[in-house]
């Protein structure tokens, strides 16, 4: 069956410009993660929704970050106002409930110039 | 906050070769978790250790939880040139949050 999926796979855009980040999770996963990955690291959490709600939202860096998932599927990342140190992949991970295995998908690279 | 420190940064072994690799921290974790993520790629789960003491196989790969609960190894045996790769390790916490490490990226010489 088809795993996570993201879009755009690639977003070039400049300072000071909002950016919107898809994720397609697996059918039928309750659970939802974004998380940011610089170069040369690991995954860092930036937020978890268990249905439609953001159960934890402590990983988001400031409040130029938000997400939502208002049918409980689809869930979009949004950025205002980039800065060059928003550069960095964003991963998204889905898991069929809160303490299941997470499949993550190919990620979107955002470079921010 | 909770960090976990992956040794080492990177390995460069030949064909064949078996290869360790190990993950400390300073707390406690009730799971560890063991990712592989390939270029342009998410990563993807290996092994998940979910007792204190656990040794756990996956084919050529083999992974320990820690007495303590606060450390980890992996180990791959005659790797493979598909073995290529960064490897992470990960621990979930109480708040089911899951802490990466750094990562060790495995080169595997011609």
């Known amino acids: 069956g088809a795993g996570v999926s993201q879009t755009p796979s690639n977003k070039v855009t400049e300072k000071g410009k909002y950016v919107e980040l898809r994720c397609d999770p697996i059918?039928?996963?309750?659970?939802l993660y974004w998380y940011r990955q610089s170069l040369g690291q690991g995954p860092e959490f930036l937020i978890y929704?268990?249905?439609?709600?953001?159960?934890?939202d402590s990983g988001l860096p400031n409040d130029r970050f938000f997400a939502v998932r208002p049918e409980g599927s689809v869930s979009t990342l949004k950025i205002q106002r980039t800065e060059r140190g928003d550069s960095a992949v964003y991963l998204c991970?889905?898991?069929?409930?809160?303490?299941?295995?997470?499949?993550f998908g190919p990620g979107t690279r955002l470079t921010v110039t | 906050g909770q960090q976990l420190n992956q040794s080492p940064q990177s390995m460069f072994i030949q064909e064949g070769e078996d290869v360790s690799m190990n993950c400390t921290s300073s707390?406690?974790?009730?799971?560890w978790l063991w990712y592989k993520q390939d270029p342009g790629e998410g990563p993807v789960l290996l092994i998940a250790?979910?007792?204190?003491?656990e040794l756990t196989s996956n084919g050529r790969l083999t992974a320990q939880f820690g007495i303590t609960r606060k450390d980890s190894f992996l180990n791959i045996s005659a790797s493979i040139p598909s073995d290529v790769g960064i490897y992470f390790c990960?621990?979930?916490?109480?708040?089911?949050?899951?802490?990466f490490g750094k990562g060790t990226r495995l080169h595997i010489l011609p």
């Open positions: 991970a889905s898991s069929l409930q809160g303490d299941g295995e997470q499949y």
């Open positions: 059918s039928g996963h309750t659970a």
């Open positions: 929704f268990q249905g439609t709600g953001a159960a934890d």
């Open positions: 707390s406690i974790f009730n799971t």
């Open positions: 250790l979910y007792k204190a003491g």
């Open positions: 990960a621990g979930r916490n109480r708040d089911d949050k899951i802490i």
